[in-house]
């Protein structure tokens, strides 16, 4: 399994920003797979999973209402679209995959329940 995330740059705070994750092979079908981000704080941070066995997803409340999480299974290709963006948005940017389609809530929140990585994307808010 192979993830390629892209789509980071420099955006000005209330800006927005579209982030891909591309998956190889068809995992998006069977896997869940999901966004994080790691800054010097905090090594890696939940963002948003989506769940292949029911199309559930999942949110951190640091995101919840910005940030909206989608798929297309065709181009294997994971989106992550940001809204209104604050400097704390500033990050590296990860999409991670699990073949675990049903974990729920708790599973997807732990970042070690994800088994491949792909290399991140730079996003900098700032003016």
């Known amino acids: 399994v192979q993830l390629q995330a892209s789509g980071g740059g420099l955006v000005e705070p209330g800006g927005s920003l579209r982030l891909s994750c591309v998956a190889s092979?068809?995992?998006?079908?069977?896997?869940?797979i999901g966004w994080f981000r790691r800054t010097p704080e905090k090594e890696r941070e939940v963002l948003s999973c989506i769940s292949t066995s029911d199309g559930s997803t999942y949110f951190a409340d640091s995101v919840k209402g910005r940030f909206t999480i989608s798929r297309d299974n065709v181009k294997n290709t994971l989106y992550l679209q940001m809204n209104s963006l604050k400097p704390e948005d500033t990050a590296v940017y990860l999409c991670?995959?699990?073949?675990?389609?049903?974990?729920?809530?708790?599973?997807?929140?732990?970042?070690?329940?994800?088994?491949?990585w792909g290399q991140g994307t730079l996003v900098t808010v700032s003016s």
């Open positions: 991670a995959a699990t073949p675990v389609s049903n974990g729920g809530h708790d599973y997807y929140s732990v970042p070690s329940s994800f088994d491949y």
């Open positions: 092979g068809s995992i998006l079908n069977s896997y869940a």
